[in-house]
């Protein structure tokens, strides 16, 4: 069981609980967007004491929040390093990059602005001028999906701000939401290694772990395989396996035929 603190939370639940992966949960990742991922998480949070962020919840946690057990799930299965690639913009040259997914949440969820105070026992913030909003959640970053991104920032403002007009000074509201609901949906710096060229490439966790789940499905049609060959064991038993047991009995039925092929190359 995997627990994850959250900021803000849902009510006085300030942490969840997700469970492991299964074939069924990777077979699922079908589909790239915010309503796959908080699919996603609904199939995997458990209700736990203590927490009010059971199943079926997952929409009304923060975006940050949702990012932060994404990221907890991807470290737990995949390790905490990101890798990919792009093309230089200057030189036409592709070339890798690697950085560090904990490291990267903890720099954007810093949780602090000095454009806002709070969260309150409610979970709002109070801006400078006075005016009070919420930070948004899964459930409104799937109502603007498909809009321009002026339209969805000024839905989302509507959405969140509480107390005051949403309209009044729109920059102080967006510093304040991009200090303290630090996301992981953003532009990174990259350097070129071929002629030192500048950019910035887009990640964003949600979008990655869904594309990492795609894309090792193959590898547990294989799994699956392998393991209904020597054990004959049904597919859907199979599938009910935590990820990381059927792994595990991957392993050594792979380490009992290599003992077995290296027996019989033993010469008389």
Not at 55 to 64: I, M, R, S, T, Y
Not at 175 to 195: F, R
Request: proline share 4%.
């Amino acid at each position: 069981m995997l627990q994850v603190s959250l900021n803000p939370g849902l009510g006085d639940g300030s942490w969840a609980c997700l469970r492991a992966l299964c074939g069924h949960d990777e077979l699922s990742a079908d589909a790239i967007g915010p309503v796959a991922a908080t699919t996603l998480l609904d199939r995997l949070l458990v209700a736990m004491p203590g927490t009010t962020v059971a199943p079926g919840k997952a929409q009304e946690l923060a975006v940050c929040d949702c990012d932060r057990l994404l990221a907890a799930l991807y470290v737990r299965d995949f390790g905490d390093r990101i890798e990919g690639s792009t093309t230089c913009a200057s030189c036409k040259q592709a070339f890798d990059l690697r950085f560090s997914l904990d490291d990267l949440l903890a720099r954007v969820t810093t949780n602090t602005s000095d454009a806002a105070e709070g969260p309150d026992a409610d979970g709002l913030f109070t801006l400078s001028d006075g005016r009070r909003f919420r930070l948004p959640t899964a459930a409104d970053q799937q109502s603007v999906a498909g809009l321009d991104p002026e339209t969805a920032t000024a839905e989302l403002s509507a959405r969140c701000v509480t107390s005051g007009d949403p309209n009044t000074n729109p920059e102080l509201l967006q510093t304040a939401l991009d200090d303290v609901a630090g996301i992981l949906d953003l532009d990174l710096d990259a350097q070129c290694p071929e002629c030192d060229g500048k950019q910035t490439v887009h990640f964003d966790i949600q979008s990655y772990l869904l594309r990492t789940l795609a894309a090792e499905q193959r590898f547990l049609h294989r799994e699956v395989h392998t393991i209904a060959t020597v054990y004959r064991w049904r597919y859907q038993e199979i599938l009910d396996l935590p990820r990381e047991d059927r792994r595990a009995y991957v392993a050594l039925i792979q380490a009992d035929r290599q003992a077995a092929a290296e027996r019989r190359s033993v010469p008389l």
